[in-house]
Nanobody, 125 residues
Framework: QVHLVESGGGSVQPGGSLTLSCTAS????????IAWFRQAPGKEREFVST????????YYADSVKGRFTISRDNAKNTVYLQMNSLKPEDTAVYYC??????????????????WGQGTQVTVSS
């Protein structure tokens, strides 16, 4: 069974920054397209960002474009989500997800069979 593990969540004031990490002990993440999704209370889980395995292309939701950056460190088997200029509406549980087939429809949650347990991000003054 594949296990993804997120870390780096926490509480921060508006305008602050956090860096989330996604790693796995039993697979090589550079063979996977990795995405970040988030789910706020009472809302659907939504796409945040993805980094593809072929060429490392990156994509972002409009709501985070220009503030969030996704990246890989293959030597550390880790994918990061650098989050700057955080807003209260960024408050959610953030999940990383993996797709070994690098499917084009990266917005579709069902294309990611592997998920972590999530890490809470709270943005509040």
């Amino acid at each position: 069974q594949v296990h993804l593990v997120e870390s780096g969540g926490g509480s921060v004031q508006p305008g602050g920054s956090l860096t989330l990490s996604c790693t796995a002990s039993d697979l090589t993440l550079d063979y996977y397209a990795i995405a970040w999704f988030r789910q706020a209370p009472g809302k659907e889980r939504e796409f945040v960002s993805t980094i593809r395995w072929s060429g490392g292309s990156t994509y972002y939701a409009d709501s985070v474009k220009g503030r969030f950056t996704i990246s890989r460190d293959n030597a550390k088997n880790t994918v990061y989500l650098q989050m700057n200029s955080l807003k209260p509406e960024d408050t959610a549980v953030y999940y990383c997800a993996g797709d070994i087939y690098n499917r084009n429809d990266y917005l579709n949650r069902s294309n990611y069979p592997y998920w972590g347990q999530g890490t809470q991000v709270t943005v509040s003054s």
